[in-house]
C-alpha cells in the first residue's frame, strides 16, 4: 500500500462525539475531507448542524444526531442509527467532555461540580465506547479513539487546577488501556489522544498562562490534531492499540 492508502479513511462510517465545535469539529473535518462518511453527536443542535452544513458544502457525507453522551440510550440509538444510515461502524471517536466548572483546588470543589464532570467526561465516553464496541464486534474490526488529555498523564500544574478533570482524563487513559487489552485479538483498536492546550472556541481562561506553560510558546491550532487522528482512525495504526498518543506543544517532556 501506499503512504496514501495507509492513511485513507476513504468509504469508512466514523461516529464522533463532541462534534459540534473545538478539536471534534477539527477531528471530523480531517475525516470528511479523507473520504469518511460521518455520524455527528453533540448536545448543542444548532452548532452541531453548523458544523455539518459546512462539511456538506466542502463534499462530505455527514449526518446529524443531536444528544447528550450522560444518556446512555440516547448514544446507543444514535450509533445503532448510524450504521443503519451510513454502513457498518468502522471508526468511533469518544471526544466529548467539559472542564471544571470553577477550577480550583479540590477542598473548594462542590458534589455537584465533580460528578458533572465525571458523569460527561467518564460515564458518557463509557456510554459510547460500550455502544461503539457492540456495534464493531460482529464484523471483527473497528478504531475505537477516545480522547483523553496531557493532564490525564500529569497534574496541572501552576495556575490549572482542575482535579476533576484531572481524575476523569486520568481514568478514561487506564480504560483506554484496558479495552485494548481485551479487544486486541477481536480485530478492535483502542488508542487515546492526549491533547494539551489548543486555542478553540472555549479557549483558555489565563490565555497568557497557557502560553507560558507550553514550551513551544504558543497554543496548539485545532488542525493539529488531524494528522494524529487520521493515524489512529485509518489502517497506518493496524498494529497499535493501548497507546496515549500526546499532542501538548511538549508539556509533558519536562
Known sequence: MTAAEIFSVKGKTAFLTGAAQGLGRAMAEALAENGAAL????????????????LRRQGG????????????????????????????????????????????????????DWQKVLDV??????????????AMLPQGRGKLIT?????GLAAPAGAFPRPAYAASKG???????????????KGIQVNALCPGI??????????????????????????????????????????????TLVIDGGVLAR
Open 39 to 54: 455520524a455527528l453527536f453533540d448536545r448543542d443542535a444548532d452548532r452541531l448542524e453548523d458544523t455539518a452544513a459546512d
Open 61 to 112: 457525507k455527514v449526518l446529524t444526531l443531536p444528544g447528550d453522551v450522560t444518556d446512555a440510550r440516547a448514544v446507543t440509538a444514535a450509533i445503532t442509527e448510524t450504521a443503519a444510515r451510513l454502513g457498518p461502524l468502522d471508526i468511533c471517536i469518544a471526544n466529548a467532555g467539559i472542564s471544571d466548572a470553577r477550577p480550583g483546588l479540590l477542598h473548594e470543589i462542590t458534589d455537584a
Open 121 to 134: 467526561n467518564l460515564t458518557g465516553l463509557f456510554h459510547t465506547c460500550r455502544a461503539a464496541l457492540a
Open 147 to 151: 480522547v483523553a488529555s496531557m493532564w
Open 171 to 185: 481514568a478514561v487513559v487506564n480504560l483506554t488501556r484496558e479495552m485494548a487489552l481485551h479487544y486486541a485479538d
Open 198 to 243: 489548543f486555542q478553540t472556541e472555549t479557549r483558555p481562561r489565563d490565555p497568557a498562562a497557557a502560553i507560558a506553560y507550553t514550551p513551544m510558546g504558543r497554543l496548539g491550532r485545532p488542525d493539529e490534531i488531524k494528522g494524529a487522528t487520521l493515524f489512529l482512525a485509518s489502517t497506518a495504526s493496524d498494529f497499535v492499540t493501548g497507546t
